[in-house]
């Protein structure tokens, strides 16, 4: 089975500020998928940011970008300049890859960003 | 940008009873899922649905839940006889695995309360 874990319940950063989220994640498979989603407070879940775990290159969008670690099977997200509308839960997100595509999700960590 | 519609947003129904939750998946998007969230914990997988079936549904998708695509457009969730501990948001989703590392789309959620 796989397992998604986020230490972090709770985060706070300052406007403008970079902040990080950690992820760690367990399964035995070598090919999968790894996520991580926004739900703010309007209960949407909206993606963030994806990583491909056959890739060695972290991936980047916009503010965002993770420290993906295949070996310590880690997942980082960075969000740089801290914005208000960053204010909201984020999910770390498992996926394997193969049919069905059934996601595993952490527990969430809730960030609020302080004006 | 197209995205998946979910009604109604809030459902309130009396323990016993049964509720249908609708969702319309993006058009071209194949694998449907539905999953819930209990207020202030994970989001949890359900099921997810393939070609007209079930390809996996996790523990929570008991007997009393069941799922249907009763025609081209909508993907509907029924729960036979609500329990108290079936309130949660019920957020629906869609992926289209023709494209690799498709990742889910989700809609906004229905929330349910069974009093």
């Known amino acids: 089975a796989q397992t998604v874990t986020q230490s972090q319940p709770e985060m706070s950063v300052q406007e403008a500020e970079t902040v990080t989220l950690s992820c760690t994640y367990d399964?035995?498979?070598?090919?999968?998928?790894l996520f991580w989603y926004k739900q703010p407070p309007s209960r949407q879940m909206i993606l963030v940011i994806r990583?491909?775990?056959?890739?060695?290159q972290n991936a980047t969008e916009n503010r965002f970008s993770v420290n993906f670690q295949k070996a310590a099977k880690s997942f980082s997200l960075k969000i740089s300049d801290s914005q208000l509308g960053d204010t909201a839960m984020y999910f770390c997100?498992?996926?394997?890859?193969?049919?069905?595509?059934?996601?595993?999700f952490g527990t969430g960590t809730s960030l609020t960003v302080i004006p | 940008e197209p995205e998946v519609t979910q009604t109604p947003s809030h459902q309130v129904t009396q323990m016993g009873q049964e509720v249908i939750l609708r969702c319309v998946p993006i058009?071209?998007?194949?694998?449907f899922y539905w999953y819930r969230q209990i207020l202030g914990q994970k989001v949890e997988f359900l099921v997810s649905?393939?070609?007209?079936?079930?390809?996996?549904k996790s523990e929570i998708f008991d007997d009393q839940f069941s799922v249907e695509r009763p025609d081209g457009s909508n993907f509907t969730l029924k729960i036979r006889s609500t329990k108290l501990e079936d309130s949660a948001m019920y957020f629906c989703?869609?992926?289209?695995?023709?494209?690799?590392?498709?990742?889910?789309?989700f809609g906004n959620g229905t929330r349910l309360t069974v009093t």
């Open positions: 399964t035995s498979e070598n090919n999968y998928y």
């Open positions: 990583q491909e775990a056959y890739k060695q």
């Open positions: 997100a498992f996926m394997r890859a193969n049919t069905g595509n059934q996601f595993y």
């Open positions: 989703a869609s992926s289209d695995n023709r494209i690799l590392n498709s990742p889910l789309h």
């Open positions: 649905f393939y070609n007209n079936e079930i390809s996996e």
């Open positions: 058009s071209n998007h194949l694998y």
